[in-house]
């Protein structure tokens, strides 16, 4: 590891459009959105950017085949050394990994980092994007369906702890009780754990109100090297530690309860940053929230407490803005919106605003100086995650 | 959003604008058609399933019996060293009840998903089928299960030509 | 459990698939100006950069050099130069064509950019680069705010 981080690199700038079903905008307009955004918050120019790096789900949502290359212009990308990565659900926080080590290594000193998603080209439903990817021989001839394989992975874990639904329920309450103080909240909503249990069951045990929306839009952060940094802002947040693992497609061959290719991701991020006690060390996390369940799924692999101790924190107030391990004060994917590589890069961004001191209603209660934002996808095997420090 | 940014971008659609035909779209639908190989290991674990067979792949390395087979371990990271046969009998690792179609539509009987851990197999080497012969409701972590073919003449060397497994009673095998 | 292994190895197995979705797509913030443009008043419109000048047709809702939001519209006129062209004997599955078709990129004075488009009125032979031609659009009542509204290009005097 200690080849690697050269440079330190700083998050200097970051933006984002609305969340929304459905944007009039095309993907690249998103992306110049909320990319001049960025760039007006960090103090640059176009002109300023050295490479960018694009963030962007399967092509089968927007409908574009070599959607990197359709939205580069809107990425700002033209006549720049370019490159778009893909990890599934992962890809959102996996996208300023990338940025980091074009900055770290020395390469560049300025780096546009983008992420976008325009699902609602797909029709009648992007759920119909999902199912190439399932195994053509074993899964789909079964008529499976991404909402089964959370199902079964929701199920396993509730059965290994004992976990209640109830219990997961507060997670969707929290996050779109947050959501309402986000401005580009898709899903912001006052819920009771009651409506969560009595909401349309879609696939046991999980329920309407379990689940993310499908969303359209874009975020993006500016990432530059500490000299660029220190000259542009008094206050950067680092990058101090990243980390990205993946396990294999076979997931019927492993035991679900428990993701332990976030772990991997995790340590690895945690032994860059220095960091030796999560829970104690990690001031505020954005964790990658798709369905309720995965909250606390993913708090137990990124080690912020022990296996099955999540529901109760979480119970107790512990994740609330004003608890002492604050968890997706944005609201996360379940109140502020899914559209899928964006919403993971909004993470990265409410952790440089929080830590910032910028987040408004939002911020949390502690003093924020350490912060980590996680993804997680693909066949439930990818995990990325990323420290920052103010 | 940072508190110093006042206002966002984007443009909102109302989904009843969108159903009314009010928003100008362009509409498409891809044509491209796929043939998937199944490979050399599936394959012949598709012929099997045509005789009423679960084929695995063993790597003498791990030790481990895996299926769905393949032609390499891809922990050892070396080709498997054997073909055998698990049972078509299993316990439910984990299980779903789904009440929705593939379109997010409602169906009217749900389906009952599950990972199976098949007998003979490595400890946690499941696969993904159905469950049949049982109210959704009975259904039990760890129940032991029992796959149901399609009569011979009917199968097509796939996966479905296990209709479903089906629960066992107490000590049969 | 028997230890025979009976199926030949060799026989390989396909599965078939095919794409599912479909799609709609938005024609986006400068999108739906342009399309309506065509479709209302047969204009082709550029978007203009105030910062470095530079006319975009297709218009867009920002310069990709500058970065700049792009808010000045001007009418480009109907009239254009073939900048470079083919002569397509198939059809889009590979088909062979009754009639070979033409397909040009025509550029607008001034502007940056171009419309890829069919040429008609004319023979494929006598096509060349360089040569003026003018979008012939499609009766008003037949316009439904694509590119096809535009129903070709022909050739002009200059």
Known sequence: ?390 | MSEKIKEYPGHRIKTADLRAGLVPLIRYKPEAKFAFSAGAAMSRFLEELKNGRILASVCKKCGRIMVPPRTFCEICFKPVDDYTYVKDTGKINTYSVSFIAADASRVKEPTIVAVIELDGASPGMGILHKIGEIDWKEVKFGMRVKAVWKPPEQREGAITDIKYFKPLKEGEE | MSREISTCPLRLRHYPGHLEPEYAYTLGIAGERFFREIKENARIMGAKCKKCGKIYVPPKLYCEECFEKLEEWVDVGTKGTVYTFTISFLDEHGEKLEKPEIYALIKFKGTYGGIVHRLGEVKPENVRIGMKVQAVFKPLTERKGTINDIAYFKPIME
């Open chain 1, 1 to 390: 590891m200690e080849m690697f981080g050269k440079r330190r690199v700083a998050v200097i700038g970051a933006g984002m459009t609305l969340f929304r079903r459905n944007l009039k905008e095309t993907g690249k307009e998103l992306c110049w959105e909320a990319a001049k955004m960025a760039l007006d918050q960090a103090g640059l120019e176009l002109k300023d950017i050295e490479a960018v790096v694009m963030g962007t789900a399967p092509d089968a949502f927007d409908g574009v085949h070599m959607k990197g290359e359709y939205l580069a212009d809107g990425a700002g990308a033209r006549k720049k050394p370019y490159m778009r990565v893909f990890v599934g659900g992962g890809t959102g926080v996996f996208t300023p990994i990338a940025g980091w080590w074009h900055v770290a290594s020395g390469m560049f000193d300025t780096c546009l980092v983008v992420a976008e998603e325009k699902m609602s080209s797909c029709f009648p439903h992007p759920a119909y994007a999902f199912h190439t990817i399932f195994d053509p021989i074993m899964a789909r001839p079964l008529g499976v369906t991404l909402i089964w394989i959370f199902a079964l992975e929701m199920h396993r874990y509730m059965h290994v702890h004992g976990i209640k639904k109830e219990q997961i329920a507060r997670v969707a309450v929290k996050n779109k009780q947050n959501a309402l103080d986000h401005p580009c909240a898709q899903l912001p909503q006052k819920i009771t754990v009651e409506d969560v249990l009595n909401s349309e069951v879609l696939c046991w045990p999980v329920q309407r109100l379990d689940i993310s929306p499908t969303s359209d839009g874009a975020a993006v952060a500016v990432l530059a090297a500490e000299h660029v940094a220190k000259q542009l802002t008094d206050n950067p947040v680092w990058i101090d530690g990243v980390g990205w693992c993946i396990d294999s497609t076979y997931w019927t061959n492993r035991d679900l309860y428990y993701p332990k290719y976030v772990e991997c991701a995790a340590r690895m991020a945690y032994k860059m940053a220095g960091i030796k006690n999560p829970p104690k060390e990690i001031d505020v996390a954005e964790v990658y929230d798709p369905f309720d369940y995965k909250e606390l799924h993913h708090m137990e692999g990124l080690m912020l407490c022990r296996k099955g101790e999540a529901p109760r924190l979480t119970e107790e107030g512990v994740t609330q803005r004003d608890g002492d391990l604050p968890i997706n004060p944005s609201g996360g994917l379940l109140g502020v919106g899914n559209p899928i590589a964006a919403a993971g890069m909004m993470k990265v961004c409410e952790i440089f605003w929080q830590l910032r001191g910028e987040a408004g209603k939002r911020q949390v209660k502690k003093d924020a100086r350490t912060g980590l934002a996680q993804a997680w996808g693909d066949l439930m095997q990818y995990g990325s995650v990323i420290i920052m420090r103010s």
